[in-house]
Each structure stands twice: as C-alpha cells, then as structure tokens.
C-alpha cells in the first residue's frame, strides 16, 4: 500500500474514531494540527510521512478523556499502523510523539525528541491560542464545568504533571497556566513567526476580558 492511501485511510481512522468528541479535541482539531504541520514541514528537514501520521493521529485518544491513562493513545495507534502495514521504525516514531506532544504543566520535561515531534508540536501548541485557542479553552471550560474566572483563585504557574492533570482552576487560569507560555516555547522558526500575532490576540483578549469584568468598560 503506498503512503498517500496509507495516509487517507488513516484520516478516515481519525474521523470515525473521533464521532461525537469534545469540540476542542474532535476531528477538526487533528485538521487543523494535520494542516499546519504540512505548513511548517515545508521548511524544515523531515519525513513528511511521519509528520502526517503524527499530526493525525496525535489526538487519537488524549488522556484527558480517558481517566489520565496517557497509554490509550500510543496503543490505538500501534494497532491501527500495523493494520495497514506501516514499518515498525514509524510506528515507533509515531508512538513517541503521541506520548511526547502534549504540553503537562511548565515542570514536565520531555523524553524524546525528533524534527518531525518539533514540527507537531509546534502546529498543535498553534491550535492552543489565538482566537481558536481562546474557543477550546472556554468549549472545554464548559465541558469540565469550570467557572469562566474567579479572582480568588490564583494561576499556579508551579505544578507538578500530576496537579495539572488533575487541575480544576477557572478557564481564565489556563491562559496564564499554559496558553501565554506557549509563544516562547515554540520550536520551529515557522512556528514561532506564527504564534506571535496568535500570542498577541489573547493579550488583547485577556485585558478586555479584565476591562469588562470589572465594569472599566
């Protein structure tokens, strides 16, 4: 099977697999993410392969939505690329970006690396802000039934792994929390040229959520 029918069954995997899931981590997301990776790849030395496998199936079963249980993922995957006969060093590559991707609270520190991991990464953590990173920050808020804001309740900006999984804070912490970090933690040149205009929107956002919020304006 040659990998363009690999990849276009891998994307009618995805959408099957995701019928029904929360608006900020559906189908659309993995497009999105699967988009901007193939954006970001063009300039930079990868496998286009792996980041298109990768990028749709980065999503395919995130932890949140599977008590924390961060193997779910890796494992759905590995069935999925030996069905369709993908070579054993991809699907390895693949299942150590899907376990490496995910941002886990500012202490974690990655276990592998590769370019393409550099690229997803990057193309997933665009998706996290701007105006659409701001729409899957507050449809999640919803979904968890999280205040919008509480001006009691601080941003913690030291958690460990475990006290960011398992954080219940009010969505507008998640800015400060993770959102606004994401900008300097970028990896690639592209990804960082494109996450300074998104990084700026939330800024704007953010004050005139406080302005409104406090009756300023």
Sequence with gaps: MNKEQIIQNTIEFVKDTLKGAEGGHDYFHVERV?????????????????????????DIADSKFHDGDETVGPKKARAFLTEENVVEGVIIHVENIIKNISFKGGNFKQKFSSPELDVIQDADRL???????????????????????NPEISPNLHMTKEEYKNSTAPTINHFYEKLLLLKDKMNTKTGKKLAEERHQFMEVFLSQFKNEW????
Excluded: P, Q, T
């Design 214 to 217: 406090n009756g300023n304006k």
């Design 34 to 58: 699967y988009k901007n990776s193939l954006l970001i790849a063009k300039n930079e030395n990868v496998d286009v392969f792996v980041v298109s496998l990768g990028a749709l199936l980065h």
């Design 127 to 149: 998706d996290a802000i701007g105006a659409i990173g701001i729409a899957r920050c507050f449809n999640y808020g919803g979904f968890k039934n999280r205040e919008l804001f």
